[in-house]
């Protein structure tokens, strides 16, 4: 009888042992894809929020506007990412010349340790430049 319960102790610290690295696992890879989703949705939307009108008529820098680049991220986060996770957007930074923009995302964890929830947050800090000394347009930059 003793060892049949050794055994089905070792089974059981198995099947826990399997499900903790599971859990973490599934984390590190949400929080990586969530990282590439951040990377890339945020170029997109500063690619998409420059205004073309102030660069014709200045022939300088480059202006982002604040609520293009506002709408095209979240509309573009939204329809990248699943409905069961919360996320939790915040801009800490954004300045239209020269563009550059400050995210911070959370991301909700079922995980929870004493009572004390565990959040994964991605940060990205982005900027648009150009390798170009005379003035071009647009489009040619790209």
């Known amino acids: 009888m003793s060892k049949a319960m050794t055994i089905v102790g070792v089974v059981i610290l198995g099947v826990l042992t399997l499900a903790v690295v599971n859990i973490i696992n599934q984390y590190s890879q949400g929080k990586e894809m969530d990282e590439q989703l951040l990377n890339e949705t945020t170029k997109a939307a500063m690619i998409d929020a420059i205004d073309l009108g102030y660069y014709r008529v200045s022939g300088g820098l480059v202006r982002c506007d604040r609520e293009k680049f506002l709408e095209s991220f979240v509309r573009r986060f939204a329809e990248s990412v699943t409905s ?33 929830d565990f959040d994964i947050v991605n940060k990205i800090d982005a900027i648009i430049e150009t390798k170009y000394s005379e003035n071009r347009l647009v489009e040619q930059v790209r």
């Open 84 to 116: 069961n996770t919360d996320y939790k957007i915040r801009i800490l930074d954004f300045n239209e010349t020269p563009p550059k923009v400050s995210i911070q995302i959370g991301t909700g964890t079922v995980a929870q340790i004493a009572g004390d």
